[in-house]
């Protein structure tokens, strides 16, 4: 039986068979080779899987603006040399972004990034052809085509989140194309969301509920994902930076033609709810629900403190066809497990060289979580806000988040389960890496020795955390770093139902205000990381206990709620371009510990990593200059 992994790597193949040819290349190449590569149905399943290569790339995190753009974790410019790492994304959050050369450019597939045209080239050559396999089912081409349709949504997707209006290539060019007829023009925002929402809709009846055998097919399109895909496309589509936006009102092409909507349409928020709706009911019907950890024999008998933590953490790092609450994962495995994992043994610090550990979440990214409480830090009046950087001995009652009697800060106690499942901080708890049983005094769990020279502290300018803090939740309790790093893979999910169920509070809370079902959906989430409600919560422990009975207050607390839950995962950083709230998040230095002092009074001292640059011009990519030259029907985005 072929596997999964078989049928990427012919996909592979069959898209580097294909010219890669600069800017719009919509015009097929390799004519002689396409009555080859359909002439049986063999031929043309290999050609399919050609139209998913452009998903594999998408576990390379370190690519997605989405995560290494985002501000959630930043990364020392002087660090490169390990392994080629490729900084560019990082290194936009520094003001390096350009339209002479453009960072992440999926335009033209440069500068770490890859052609997004060329893959949607690939689709229609696939749609075009379809007819040709003489021994191909009419179910099995039907299903084939809303596979096409759907990638080829995702990827004129892809381009609309980062360019806003684009060009919509619905078919390939003729090979006897004009000049003009190449030089294709902009559409507009709301354009190419009905175009992208159309071909997803078409999709959406002959694309299988749920993968069957997973063997052989887990990665490919269902009707859950293609559905799920069109919430998320509505909502950007609702959101403030192309819904009414102010500062791209004058914006237009070469012809007078607005290219984005001019005011705010309120409806497009009800579309993205009941899009959202219609999500999460087809996800539920097949057995999606959110995850929680069931305990296999290995592991010891855990207080409800530590089973709450691997709740939201195997939420994200379970395996995909064990875990119900994942809708979409990316293909092949998560490959940076290595990069949030801080040395924990002693041969673990002799093999530095094995493993970077060099993802590093900022104190700003800390601060985010709730308290123990479930409402922000400076809200809870409970909570010592103003003392939050002084010392603290860790204590018996806090024993399986923080190390007892490892000295570190009062922040670090009584916060949200989702703290100690996503942070790796100095002197906090880490399940795992061999050690699975609470119980065992003689093998008590590790803790983070961070400070100074200490195992999970600067080693030399190559493996080194810059802040403190390290993202565990991108790390499998079950991977080991010791004597060398046996990581346990996982795919990190792209959707989950979780996200889902935040969207469509979000967007609900948009058309209609906090009603009553907003709440259901949030304080589900919440309940699994072991919160109280949003109402009770506020109520009882916030300074601001009416927030959540507004509109605006809703959202403030939705948007917070998700940048929690979905910290790390690649789509906050979408997420606050969309809200148009990335400029406030990155209006203040990113800050870390004073990593290389060994006392901790030195060491929790907050010193500036570095200052982000980031304005108005950059929620949208830039097109890169020379493209404007070779197609004089485009107009730069806005800014630029």
């Known amino acids: 039986m072929k596997s999964y992994y078989k049928y990427i790597c012919i996909g592979l193949l069959a898209v580097s068979s294909l010219s890669c040819k600069k800017y719009l290349d919509i015009t097929p190449d390799n004519l002689g ?121 995702y990827y004129h997707y892809v381009l609309l989140r980062m360019y806003g209006p684009i060009p919509l290539i619905k078919t390939n060019l003729s090979i006897s194309s004009t000049t003009e007829e190449i030089r294709v023009k902009r559409s507009s925002v709301d354009e190419s969301v009905s175009y992208i929402v159309s071909l997803i809709d078409e999709a959406i009846p002959d694309l299988p509920a749920a993968i069957v055998s997973q063997t052989t097919e887990l990665g490919r399109a269902t009707s859950v994902i293609a559905l799920s895909l069109k919430a998320d496309v509505l909502a950007t589509a609702a959101s403030p930076l192309f819904n009414g936006n102010p500062d791209y009102a004058s914006y237009r092409d070469k012809d007078g033609i607005s290219l984005f909507s001019a005011s705010y349409d309120g409806n497009k928020w009800k579309l993205a709810a009941d899009a959202a709706k219609a999500a999460i009911t087809a996800a539920e ?65 002799v093999n530095a060289f094995s493993n970077p550990s060099t993802f590093s979440a900022p104190i700003s990214t800390q601060e985010l979580f709730y308290t123990v409480n479930g409402v922000p830090i400076s809200e809870d009046k409970t909570w010592d806000y103003q003392g939050r950087n002084t010392l603290k001995v860790g204590d018996e009652a806090s024993r399986y988040y923080i190390k007892e009697g490892y000295q570190t800060i009062k922040g670090h106690f009584a916060r949200e389960s989702r703290f100690y499942a996503d942070l790796a901080f100095d002197g906090g708890i880490w399940f795992g890496n061999g050690r699975i049983d609470p119980n065992n005094n003689s093998l008590p769990l590790y803790h983070v020795q961070a400070r100074g020279n200490s195992l999970a502290g600067p080693t ?35 959707i989950r ?142 800014y630029w």
């Open 285 to 349: 019907t097949q057995g999606n629900r959110l995850y929680t950890f069931s305990a296999p024999a290995s592991v010891g008998r855990l207080p409800d403190s530590l089973k709450r933590e691997l709740d939201v953490q195997n939420a994200v790092t379970e395996k995909w066809e064990l875990n119900p609450e994942v809708i979409w994962a990316s293909n092949p495995e998560f490959s940076y497990q290595g990069f949030a994992t801080p040395r924990l043994t002693d041969k673990s610090a």
């Open 33 to 153: 080779t396409l009555d080859y590569a359909f002439r049986n149905r063999n031929e043309a399943e290999n050609y399919l899987y050609s139209c998913y290569a452009y998903l594999q790339r998408l576990n390379d995190v370190a690519t997605n603006p989405g995560f290494s753009a985002s501000g959630e974790l930043i990364y020392s410019n002087t660090l490169e040399q390990y392994l080629g790492f490729n900084i560019t994304g990082f290194n936009l959050l520094r003001g390096l972004q350009n339209s002479g050369n453009p960072g992440l450019n999926t335009w033209e597939g440069t500068q770490g990034s890859y052609s997004m045209f060329r893959s949607i080239r690939i689709c229609n050559i696939m749609l075009e052809n379809i007819d040709k396999p003489i021994d191909l089912g009419e179910s099995e081409k039907k299903r084939w085509i809303a596979e096409a349709k759907f990638l080829k949504a």
């Open 460 to 494: 030399d300018n190559i493996r080194l955390n810059i802040t403190g803090y390290w993202p565990k939740k991108l790390v499998s309790y079950q991977s080991v770093y010791d004597d060398g790093f046996q990581p346990s893979p996982f795919r990190l999910p792209i």
């Open 497 to 638: 139902l979780a996200g889902l169920y935040l969207l469509y509070a979000e967007a609900l809370n948009e058309a209609e205000g906090p009603v009553s079902e907003v709440f259901t959906y949030i304080d589900r989430v919440r309940a699994r990381a072991g919160l109280q409600g949003v109402q009770a919560a506020w109520s009882a422990y916030s300074r601001n206990p009416t927030r959540f009975s507004s509109k605006e207050g809703m959202r403030q607390i939705i948007h917070q709620e998700r940048r929690i839950e979905l910290c790390f995962e690649a789509q906050i950083g979408w997420d606050l371009r969309r809200w148009k709230e990335m400029q406030s998040v990155l209006s203040q230095p990113l800050q870390g510990w004073s990593v290389y002092d060994s006392e901790a009074i030195n060491y929790y001292r907050p010193a500036t990593k570095f200052i982000p640059v980031f304005g108005t011009r950059d929620y949208l990519w830039p097109i890169k200059n020379d493209q404007l030259i070779v197609n004089p029907n485009l107009v730069q985005n806005p």
